[in-house]
C-alpha cells in the first residue's frame, strides 16, 4: 500500500527523445482541415475550423487550450458524437486507419467506436451506469465487439480490472460505480475504453476532476498502458503540467483554431505564438517561485462573434494592423519545420520564422 | 501570537451523516479534528490539502458560517465562537468570503448593483448616495465596467463573475478574507488576472487572506506561509520558501512532487496505484496518513503522532521529526 517511486528523476511517460516514432510510415489518425459548426442564434458558427493533424502509432497528442477553444468538440468530431440536433461535421476529412471517418454512416461508426477508437471522460461516474455493476460494464464491450460468450468476457474484464489495478478487483467485480472513489472509477473507465485494445484513445480530461496525487496515479497507468499496447492517444486537457509530463507532440488551440503544434520539448523551449507564451508564463509554478505573473487581457471571444483576421488579436500585445485584417495561416518555422504557428508577426509566410 | 489578527485554537466540527440504502447508516464525518493556526496581519494564509481533507470547513468554521463544536477563535482580541448580536454582526462585517463559484452565490434576479449595496444598507454604513457611490468605485477597482451596475449575474463570464464576488466581499471593507477556491474554477489566463488582482487589493487594503486551494502552485505564488491539512488535521505549517525547498511532512512531500509542472524537463513523482483513499469518515488508527505514507514505521500504526514546533515558525506532526 505504500507509495513509492524516486521523487522527480522517475519518467512515467516517454516524452521527446526516445520513444517519439519517426514521422514516417502511415499516421493512425489524419484529421485535415476540420470544420465542427453548432446552430446558436439562427445561423451556423464553426466552433472548430481548419484544424489538421496526425497522430502516429504509439504516439501521444496533447491538445491543450481553455475552455470553449475546440478541444473537446475536434474529439467529438473525430468519435462521430457531435449531437446531430444542433451540431455538425461541416468539412474536411477525419481519416482513420486510411478510411474517413466523416464519410461513415452510424451504422458502421458503432462498429469502430468502443472497438478500434476508445474515448475517456473528465467525470467517470456520468459516464458509467449507476445501476450495473462495473464487471458488466467493462464485459459488454468484449460481448459487443468481440462476440464473446458471457463467461468469457467476465474473464477477460476481471482480467483488464486488474491491469488498471483495482485492489481486489475479483470482489468487487459486481460491485456498483458509486461504491468507489473517483480514481477508481476513472480507472474503472479506463478499462471499459481499453476492453477491445484500441488503436486510438481519445482522452478528454481524464485527470481534471481528480486530486493530484490521484492524478499523478491516473497519468502513470495511462502511460503504462499506452506503452504496453503501443497505441496512438490524443490527450485533452487545459493543464500545460500535465501536457509536460505526457505528450509526445503538443497542439495549442485557440478560439476553434490550432495555433501552434510542435514536439514537446520544442514547444516549452520555445513557445512562439504569442497566446502559448503568455499562457506559459501565466501559471504559478510550483517548483520555483513565480516573480511575475502574465495575465491575458480580456476574454475569449463567444463562437458567434470571432474577430476578423487573427482571433488572438484583440488579447495579444504585439498586435499590428495586418492582425486584423487577414486570417494568418498555420506555417512551419524556417529552422524548425516540425513546429508550425499561426502567427503573421512570429512565423510570417514564406521564411523569416522566428528564433 | 502577538502579531497575529486571527488565532484559531483547537477548533473541532464532526458532521452527522446518514446515508446508505436500503439501511440506512449513521457515521460521522470528522471535518476538522482538533485544528490550530494563526494569521498575521496583512498576510496570505493558505490552507491546502485534497478534497475531503477540512480546508473548507475551516475556513468556514474560522467565520462561523458553520458553528464549531469546540475550539476558540479570536480575532483582533475578540472572541468570535461566543460572539452575538451586534457584536457578532460587527466582527461578520470585518471577516468576509470569497466563493470558489460566484454564480451560485449571487441571485440571478438580482442586478449587481443591488447586490452590492444590500450588505452595506445592511450594516448601515451608508446612506443611498453613498452606498451608490461606493459601489461604482468597487466595480472600478476589480476592473469592471460602469455599466455592470444595471446587469445581472447571467450575462457575465466566470472571470468577470469572480470580480463580482470579490467586490461584493470588499462592500463592508473587512480586515481579513477567506477566499475558497478563487481561481479553481477559472481558465489559465483568467485565474491569473484574478490572482494579480487580489495581490493588488492585499497591497491596497493591508488584507489578510486566508487561502483555501489544493493548487501547491497558486499558494506558493500567492501566500506568505501555509498549513498542509490531511483527513481534519493539520500535518505541517510553516513559510512558503521553507516549505517548498524541504518539506518535513511526506505528505507535503508527495504533493509538492506530483503538482504537475510545465516544463518537459521536470519529471513528476510516479505514484504506485494503493486502495482506496481513506475518507474523514474512517481515518486509520495511528497516523491517519499511514496507509500511502513512502516512510511509515510500526509506531505510525499505532499512535497519531503528536505536534511539534520545530521553531518559531514550523511545525510537524509526524513520528520522523518527534524526538
Known amino acids: 500500500m505504500s507509495a513509492a517511486g524516486p521523487p522527480r528523476g522517475a519518467n512515467h511517460a516517454p516524452s521527446g527523445g526516445v520513444g517519439v516514432p519517426s514521422s514516417a510510415g502511415e499516421p493512425i489518425l489524419a484529421v485535415e482541415n476540420l470544420v465542427t459548426a453548432f446552430r446558436t442564434g439562427g445561423g451556423w458558427h464553426p466552433a472548430v475550423r481548419d484544424v489538421s493533424f496526425a497522430v502516429q502509432h504509439n504516439e501521444t497528442l496533447a491538445i491543450v487550450g481553455e475552455s470553449g477553444c475546440g478541444k473537446s468538440v475536434t474529439a467529438l468530431s473525430i468519435m462521430g458524437l457531435v449531437p446531430p440536433a444542433n451540431g455538425r461535421v461541416a468539412g474536411g476529412h477525419i481519416r482513420f486507419a486510411g478510411r474517413d471517418l466523416a464519410a461513415l454512416g452510424e451504422e458502421e461508426m458503432r462498429k469502430i467506436r468502443g472497438d478500434r477508437i476508445s474515448m475517456i471522460f473528465q467525470e467517470p461516474m456520468t459516464s458509467l451506469n449507476p445501476v450495473l455493476t462495473i464487471g458488466f460494464q467493462v464485459a459488454e464491450a468484449l460481448q459487443y465487439h468481440r462476440d464473446m460468450g458471457r463467461r468469457e468476457a467476465a474473464a477477460a474484464a476481471l482480467e483488464l480490472l486488474d491491469q488498471v489495478k483495482i485492489p481486489s478487483a475479483r470482489q468487487r467485480f459486481a460491485d456498483y460505480p458509486h461504491q468507489f472513489s473517483g480514481g477508481m472509477r476513472q480507472r474503472v473507465m479506463i478499462a471499459m475504453a481499453l476492453a477491445c485494445r484500441p488503436e486510438l484513445l481519445l482522452a478528454d480530461e481524464p485527470t481534471t476532476a481528480l486530486d493530484v496525487t490521484i492524478q499523478a496515479e491516473v497519468l502513470a497507468l495511462l502511460a503504462e498502458l499506452k506503452a504496453a499496447y503501443g497505441m496512438a492517444m490524443v490527450f485533452i486537457t487545459h493543464n500545460l503540467g500535465v501536457v509536460a509530463s505526457i505528450a509526445d507532440r503538443v497542439a495549442a488551440m485557440y478560439a476553434g483554431e490550432i495555433v501552434e503544434i510542435a514536439p514537446v520539448n520544442e514547444l516549452f523551449a520555445r513557445p512562439t505564438h504569442p497566446y502559448t507564451e503568455l499562457l506559459l508564463r501565466s501559471i504559478p509554478r510550483v517548483d520555483r517561485d513565480t516573480v511575475s505573473l502574465a495575465a491575458i487581457a480580456g476574454q475569449v471571444p463567444a463562437i458567434g462573434a470571432m474577430p476578423s483576421g487573427c482571433r488572438f488579436a484583440p488579447r495579444c500585445p504585439l498586435r499590428e494592423p495586418v492582425c486584423t485584417e487577414r486570417d494568418p495561416p498555420l506555417v512551419p518555422l524556417r529552422d524548425a519545420p516540425d513546429h508550425q504557428v499561426r502567427c503573421w508577426l512570429r512565423a510570417p509566410p514564406g521564411g523569416g520564422g522566428h528564433a | ?323
Request: proline share 7%.
Open chain 2, 1 to 323: 501570537m502577538p502579531d497575529s489578527v486571527l488565532t484559531v485554537t483547537g477548533l473541532r466540527k464532526f458532521f452527522t451523516v446518514t446515508r446508505g440504502f436500503p439501511r440506512a447508516r449513521t457515521v460521522t464525518v470528522r471535518a476538522l479534528d482538533g485544528i490550530s493556526f494563526h494569521v498575521r496581519d496583512g498576510e496570505a494564509f493558505g490552507l491546502v490539502g485534497e478534497s475531503g481533507c477540512g480546508k473548507s470547513t475551516a475556513g468556514r468554521a474560522a467565520l462561523r458560517l458553520v458553528e464549531p463544536d469546540a475550539g476558540e477563535i479570536v480575532f483582533k482580541g475578540e472572541n468570535v465562537v461566543t460572539a452575538s448580536g451586534a457584536r457578532l454582526r460587527e466582527l461578520r462585517r470585518k471577516l468576509q468570503i470569497i466563493f470558489q463559484d460566484p454564480y451560485a452565490s449571487l441571485n440571478p434576479r438580482r442586478r449587481i448593483g443591488k447586490a452590492l449595496i444590500e450588505p452595506m444598507r445592511v450594516h448601515g454604513i451608508a446612506d443611498a448616495a453613498e452606498c451608490e457611490a461606493r459601489a461604482h468605485a468597487l466595480l472600478a477597482e476589480v476592473g469592471l465596467p460602469e455599466n455592470a451596475m444595471v446587469r445581472y449575474p447571467h450575462e457575465f463570464s466566470g472571470g468577470q463573475r469572480q470580480r463580482i464576488g470579490i467586490a461584493r466581499s470588499l462592500t463592508l471593507e473587512p480586515e481579513l478574507l477567506v477566499a475558497d477556491e478563487p481561481v479553481s474554477a477559472l481558465d489559465v489566463s483568467i485565474q491569473a488576472q484574478i490572482l494579480l488582482l487580489l495581490q493588488r487589493l492585499q497591497e491596497r487594503r493591508r488584507l489578510a487572506f486566508i487561502f483555501i486551494s489544493h493548487d501547491l502552485g497558486v499558494v506558493r505564488y500567492f501566500c506568505q506561509r501555509m498549513a498542509v491539512m490531511y483527513l481534519g488535521r493539520i500535518v505541517e505549517t510553516g513559510p512558503i520558501p521553507a516549505i517548498f525547498k524541504e518539506p518535513l511532512h511526506p505528505y507535503t512531500r508527495m504533493l509538492r512532487d506530483a503538482s504537475p509542472v510545465p516544463d518537459p524537463q521536470v519529471k513528476v513523482l510516479t505514484l504506485r496505484i494503493e486502495g482506496e483513499v481513506p475518507s474523514a469518515v474512517n481515518p486509520p488508527p495511528g497516523c491517519h496518513f499511514h496507509t500511502r505514507c513512502p516512510r511509515v514505521m510500526p509506531v505510525c500504526r499505532e499512535v497519531y503522532p503528536e505536534w511539534r514546533q520545530m521553531d518559531d515558525e514550523r511545525g510537524v506532526a509526524c513520528h520522523l521529526h518527534t524526538r
